[in-house]
Structures are given as structure tokens and as C-alpha cells.
């Protein structure tokens, strides 16, 4: 019996810090490679299959400091197949610098990779103490930006990370036409 080599797929998760990224980033790679970056990024290799094609996605979670971002961008960005844009549905400032600063960086790269719109932390909204991001604020915010597509995810329920994985693979091959959310 043959075995198939899987489709590699590069993903970069980007967006400030303390918006989930490193916890979605540890979820989605449970029982799978990872290895110590450092600092400012850290990588790992998830396997999964989808449609009956397997796939090897290669997660770089990144810094969300600015100061990062010029070492982020050159260790990162180059070659990415799929960047996607994290922010906090309880941190509506998180979104706002998804346009004013995640975008920009991303911008020489984007022209070859999809760009997806992850908001997290979803467990979270039903605090009524805290300012939120809803679902249609990030929904019109992919449509108006462009983006490849929209969805959102708790790092604490492990069959919605499993989602998450297919939907960068559907994203990446085009076979995600319409923006979803992960509820």
C-alpha cells in the first residue's frame, strides 16, 4: 500500500497579545509536534484529514508585541500559505488593531496567502461586564476587509479546535466559499 504524502499547509497566527492565540495555538496542536521558538514565535505541526486528502499544517503562534513584528514578519510571513487575524471578542481594541496594524504588516504577503478572521476567547462574551465584539461587527469586518474568511472558537472545547483546523484547510483550498462561524 502506497502512502500519501500530505498537502503541507503553512499558517501563521498573528494579532496582539493576550488575545488567545497561544492557547487556540497549544488546543489545535494537542497530541501533536510542537517546538519551543522562544520568545517572539513558536511552531508546531498538526496532521489531520479532510475529504479523504491528508494534510500537515505547520501553526507559527507569534508574539502580538509590536516591537516583534519587524523579527516576526522577516522568520514568519514569507511563504505563508494561510495568515490568520486573532482577536478577542472581549477586546474590541483587538479588532481595531487587526486594521490598523495586522493588516498593514501582512499586506506584501497577503497577494499569495488567504487571510482568515479568528475571534476567540468565545467562552468569555457571556460576561455581561465586559465590553464585546458581536458576531456581525467581525462578520461585516472580513466582508469590508476582503478577507478569505470568518470565524470564531473557544481553546477549551477540543472538538470546535478540530473544526478550526478543517476550516484553515477548507479556507486554503478554496473549498470554504462562504464565511462560518464555529458556535
Known sequence: MTRVV?????????????????????????????EAGG??????????TVDNIPYEITLYDTSGRESDIPLISSLTFPRTNVFVLCYSVISPRSLENVEKVW??????????????????RTDQRLDK????VTYYQAK???E????????ECCAFD??????????????????????????
Not at 39 to 48: F, K, P, Q, R, T
Not at 167 to 181: A, L, P, S
Open 140 to 142: 461585516d469586518f472580513a
Open 158 to 183: 477540543s472538538i470546535r479546535t478540530e473544526i478550526l483546523k478543517q476550516f484553515i484547510v477548507k479556507c486554503h483550498t478554496g473549498k470554504e466559499k462562504d464565511q462560518c462561524c464555529i458556535q
Open 144 to 151: 469590508k476587509h476582503n478577507l478569505s474568511g470568518f470565524t
Open 129 to 132: 461586564t465586559q465590553n464585546i
Open 6 to 34: 500530505p498537502t503541507k499547509i503553512k499558517c501563521v497566527m498573528i494579532g496582539d497579545s493576550n488575545v488567545g492565540k497561544t492557547t487556540i495555538f497549544q488546543a489545535c496542536l494537542l497530541n501533536s509536534e510542537q
Open 103 to 120: 493588516l498593514k504588516q501582512i499586506a506584501k504577503h497577503r497577494k499569495k496567502a488567504v487571510t482568515v478572521l479568528l475571534g476567540l
Open 39 to 48: 520568545d517572539v514565535c513558536d511552531s508546531g505541526v498538526a496532521e489531520l
